[in-house]
């Protein structure tokens, strides 16, 4: 029997959007389940990888399980690994997939970092440079957590050079084209086998 699976959110996509994607998790064997969200993603980063902790703690407590695996969409990928690396995440993961995360920072986030705004505290987070990127960069993998960062080439959003992180192995898809490759992620079949194949390869 395989794990259950906490699936987080991305950028500006409503909860409902990580329900679907873990049932189309569920529909091909997997029992998926979508962690809570704050502000649709823009708080902080943090903040969501504690949120994360909570829905792990919950869902092992629903099922009996002992671990979880993780399933990170868009900047779930980045909020996954700060709960792996800095979070509880070293004793309740066995696998971790981020698909499409900006795990080595977003060029694009420069775009917005110095708006007076605190609804893109998240984006401002993704800057290459800051804080909170380099706490996680400086933070070692904990032992026994499998990582796989899963990209395609037509993401304008989150290209090779933001999801082809050290410590994961990386897996990219043919099924995305650009300008349509990040959402093309989450939403093609194929690229929802490539998480199933990720979470239960031997």
């Not at 829905?55 to 792996?84: F, N, P």
């Not at 605190?118 to 290459?128: F, L, N, S, V």
């Not at 395609?152 to 300008?179: I, K, L, N």
């Amino acid at each position: 029997m395989s794990r259950p699976v906490v699936v987080i959110n991305g950028l500006a996509a409503p909860h409902l959007a990580a329900v679907i994607y873990a049932r189309a998790l569920g529909a091909r064997g997997l029992l998926a389940f979508a962690a809570p969200q704050r502000l649709l993603g823009f708080g902080d980063v943090r903040r969501a990888s504690q949120l994360v902790g909570d829905a792990v703690l919950r869902v092992r407590e629903q099922t009996g399980a002992d671990k979880v695996d993780l399933v990170g969409m868009s900047l779930g990928g980045l909020i996954g690994l700060h709960y792996v690396k800095l979070g509880d995440g070293g004793r309740y993961v066995e696998r971790f997939v981020s698909v499409g995360g900006p795990l080595n920072g977003s060029a694009l986030a420069r775009l917005v970092e110095l708006l007076p705004i605190g609804i893109t505290h998240a984006i401002a987070q993704t800057t290459p440079d800051n804080a909170l990127m380099r706490e996680l960069a400086a933070a070692p993998f904990p032992r026994g957590v499998r990582c796989v960062s899963i990209g395609t080439r037509g993401d304008p959003m989150t290209p090779r050079a933001s999801w082809d992180a050290p410590g994961f192995r990386s897996v990219e898809t043919p099924y995305g084209f650009f300008p349509l490759g990040h959402w093309m992620l989450f939403a093609h079949p194929k690229n929802h086998q490539a998480v199933v194949q990720a979470l239960t390869e031997p």
